[in-house]
């Protein structure tokens, strides 16, 4: 039962442009959320995350936005840079300070010159 | 520098052999995690440690063990690896009481079953 869902395997977006990036979760009780971006022979790295008290988070070019009642969120890169060519994965836990996240399957983002 | 390693990076080994994934922290993190990463399933945690003598059991635990003697390490034992246990291993550590934000992966061991 995959609690977290990116349905997109990949997605390529021109440089300069804005990458979207998706993440559906079933389990209502998660109340905090985040993405992960993983180069490879790499471990993930921790990229900007939100709580479900709000429904907006910016850190420079990325964004995150949080719709609860459609139990969605998403990432928006703007603008892209090639820098940003890795997988990002979409985590979620129940309740600040817990640690154990639940991850997503992962979306491989292609930034093309 | 404060870090984690993962060692072996790499290794291949028979199916029925017992494996040791080794993890060590110098962050003196009380938290620690053993995740695997497989296509189609992103990253699942298999056990997890909120300090020394703690040990608890992910999702995805059967067939794997953990022992935390001390705060630095936390190691991942394959009782009798499978060819399903071939996969890119990934321990993480983090401050007690933290968020996610502050939870730091290893760079990975890829373990090969034959």
């Known amino acids: 039962d995959q609690q977290v869902k990116q349905n997109s395997p990949s997605l390529s977006v021109q440089e300069g442009r804005i990458s979207i990036l998706n993440c559906d979760y079933t389990?209502?009780?998660?109340?905090?959320f985040l993405w992960y971006k993983k180069y490879p022979a790499e471990g993930p790295t921790f990229l900007i995350s939100?709580?479900?008290?709000?429904d907006k988070n910016e850190d420079g070019r990325f964004t995150v936005f949080l719709n609860k009642s459609a139990k969605h969120l998403s990432l928006h890169i703007v603008p892209s840079q090639p820098g940003d060519s890795a997988v990002y994965f979409c985590?979620?836990?129940?309740?600040?300070?817990?640690?154990?996240?639940?991850f997503g399957t992962g979306t491989r983002l292609t930034i093309i010159p | 520098d404060a870090e984690i390693t993962q060692s072996p990076r790499h290794k291949i080994t028979e199916t029925g052999r017992q494996v040791t994934l080794a993890c060590h922290q110098t962050?003196?993190?009380?938290?620690m995690f053993w995740y695997r990463q497989d296509l189609g399933h992103g990253l699942r945690l298999i056990h997890y440690?909120?300090?020394?003598?703690?040990?608890n059991k992910g999702e995805v635990s059967d067939g794997y063990s953990v022992s935390r003697s001390n705060t630095e390490d936390l190691p991942l034992t394959l009782e009798s690896a499978a060819s399903s246990q071939t996969s890119v291993y990934f321990c993480?550590?983090?401050?007690?009481?933290?968020?996610?934000?502050?939870?730091?992966f290893g760079e990975g061991s890829w373990l090969t079953v034959v």
């Open positions: 440690s909120y300090g020394v003598q703690d040990t």
């Open positions: 962050w003196n993190h009380n938290n």
């Open positions: 985590a979620a836990t129940r309740g600040f300070g817990n640690e154990k996240l639940t």
């Open positions: 939100i709580s479900s008290i709000k």
């Open positions: 389990n209502s009780m998660f109340d905090y």
């Open positions: 993480a550590s983090s401050d007690q009481g933290g968020s996610g934000n502050t939870i730091y």
